[in-house]
């Protein structure tokens, strides 16, 4: 029989104000790619009958 342990870590940042302004920025496009690529997939399904790989297909589309 083997014992395993779960250990978990928290960390807190303190980032400075142009630190926090870049991270925000990256957030809204994350956010904003993921709301574009599941729309992307959809559009060209009805419109051209073609379903679309995510990683390989819609990433080139997005970026």
Do not use: N
Not at 6 to 34: D, H, M, N
Not at 36 to 61: C, N, Q, W
């Amino acid at each position: 029989m083997t014992a395993t342990c779960s250990r978990a870590a928290k960390f807190r940042i303190y980032p400075t104000a142009a630190q926090e302004a870049f991270l925000w920025a990256q957030w809204g496009a994350v956010r904003k790619c993921w709301i574009m690529a599941p729309f992307l997939k959809k559009h060209y399904y009805r419109t051209r009958g073609v379903s679309l790989d995510l990683i390989h297909e819609i990433k080139p589309l997005i970026a």
